[in-house]
């Protein structure tokens, strides 16, 4: 069996799931020696729905406990008719099924893929309506305005590369402006505007390439249900709920980066199950270990991990393209600094300014490739109705500005390539804006709801 149509045991998501049924002939991956990217589940309490309780499951580990923790459905006096018919914002489906995806774990995301019901006979879920639509669109525009989860790296991500591009799109006016407009130029516009955002612009997208990689060596490996489960007393129709409340990603742990990562949420569903028998929870070895142990974040993967998982993982081969090309691209950033830039000679300027230009551009164009043959279900299929591809391709776009950037800077007499140089930098920053405010909205997405054959 090839690499990418099966997972390694102990690295296989939501193992410690033992409702959740792996569909093993839609498990794959653009390529074959790599990790799979994409599984899909279905749920066996969903297939089989029990009649005559109410079940409010953990979403940490997919298992039925008693509802103690929602005052709607604990509440004698609850509506069951209101319980069995969806509310605003919900639908009846037919039919649903869980997608994981590589880059849905590394940002925290739950993904739902349902059928909606023809009509009510066929009706047997309650789930959200789906989020490919205007109107959820505009609700996730209002999150990023709104909504600030500062401990949560994938959100530091998004905010930090936002920043930097805005930054550079300032550098882009700078540098290609004069060329443009030459009655708008100020004295020392390009070396010093120029210069001194390029060098803040190059450190922000370091900073941003160092947290990026601190998200990809925290992926939630034991994988997170993240929807709760709740069963109407009549009808026999299943409501499904996001739940941030039981979500085991390390993105909502506001410790990761001051103290210690614990996992209350983790021990507290065990306390729960091991209180109640009749709970009827199960949860494997590494879930245990991890709620005892307190253990959602870690700085570095260690040696083992490292050679048998992350550098055969296509997510984290991105990450680490971005790191060295933003660490390369760097040196241009520094040395683009007056006092350093306007005393060196052209030769050592092709050597240390437009040259690591070049060199940091690949890596972002590798990185962005990779970024979007993440999400593809084949290397040569793209997948438009992703945003992580979008994200991918508007990086990949940015990525080529940047180097034919420096590919043209070095032919100082030809004031046509001087002049693409500065237009290349220019819109490669907007596009790099463009996939920085998609990453802003996809990390606050949690619980993307699709639905099947139409937003897939």
């Known amino acids: 069996m090839q690499r990418n149509q099966g997972f390694v ?19 794959t991956g653009p390529f074959s020696f790599l990790n799979p990217t994409r599984a899909h589940y279905t749920h066996s309490s969903l297939s089989h729905p029990l009649t005559g309780h109410i079940l409010n499951p953990d979403p940490t580990t997919g298992t039925s406990l008693p509802d103690n923790a929602d005052a709607t459905t604990t509440n004698p006096s609850h509506d069951v008719e209101k319980s069995n018919s969806p509310n605003s914002g919900e639908q009846l489906d037919s039919d ?46 209002w999150a990023m305005c709104t909504q600030y989860p500062y401990w949560d790296v994938s959100w530091l991500v998004a905010t930090v590369f936002t920043l930097g591009s805005v930054i550079w799109c300032i550098n882009g006016s700078f540098v290609w402006l004069p060329d443009v407009a030459p009655s708008s130029e100020f004295p020392t516009e390009i070396l010093q505007g120029g210069g001194i955002t390029a060098f803040i612009g190059a450190t922000v997208f370091e900073l941003g390439s160092v947290l990026l990689m601190f998200e990809a060596v925290n992926e939630n490996r034991a ?41 209350k949420k983790v021990e507290a569903a065990l306390s729960s199950a091991s209180s109640d028998a009749s709970a009827n ?25 490292l050679t048998t998982h992350y550098l055969r ?30 005393v060196m000679s052209q030769g050592l300027l092709d050597g240390i300014y437009w040259t690591p230009q070049v060199v940091g551009g690949m890596g972002f164009v590798v990185s962005g490739t ?39 800077g070095p032919d100082y007499l030809n004031s046509g390539a001087q002049y693409e140089a500065g237009l290349a930098t220019f819109w490669g920053s907007w596009a790099f804006l463009i996939g920085s405010l998609i990453q802003w909205y996809e990390c606050l997405d949690t619980h993307p709801v699709e639905e099947k054959g139409k937003d897939e």
């Open 313 to 342: 993982d296509i997510g984290f081969l991105a990450c680490l393209a971005q790191m060295f090309g933003a660490s390369v691209f760097w040196i241009s950033g520094f040395t683009a600094l007056p006092g350093i830039n306007n």
């Open 9 to 27: 045991p102990s690295h296989e998501p939501l193992r410690a799931n033992p409702h959740l049924n792996i569909r093993k002939e839609l498990t």
């Open 223 to 263: 994988g997170c249900f993240g929807w709760a489960l709740e069963q109407a007393l009549e009808g026999g129709r299943m409501r499904l709920r996001p739940s941030k409340d039981g979500c085991s990603h390390h993105h909502t742990n506001r410790n990761n980066f001051v103290g210690k990562g614990t996992v």
């Open 370 to 408: 990779l970024f979007m043959l993440e999400t593809q279900k084949r290397w040569y299929i793209p997948a438009f109705n992703v945003l992580g591809w979008h994200i991918g391709f508007w990086n990949l776009i940015g990525a080529i500005g940047f180097t034919l950037s420096g590919a043209l």
């Open 96 to 141: 649903i099924e869980f997608k994981w995806r590589s880059r849905d774990n590394r940002k925290g995301r739950h993904a739902l893929v349902v059928t909606p019901a023809k009509d009510d006979n066929t009706a047997k879920y309650i789930t959200l309506k789906s989020t490919h639509t205007l109107r959820a669109t505009a609700r996730g525009i």
């Open 281 to 305: 929870v199960h949860t494997d070895k590494a879930t245990h270990e991890d709620a005892q142990g307190g253990r959602t974040w870690q700085w570095f993967p260690s040696g083992p991990e």
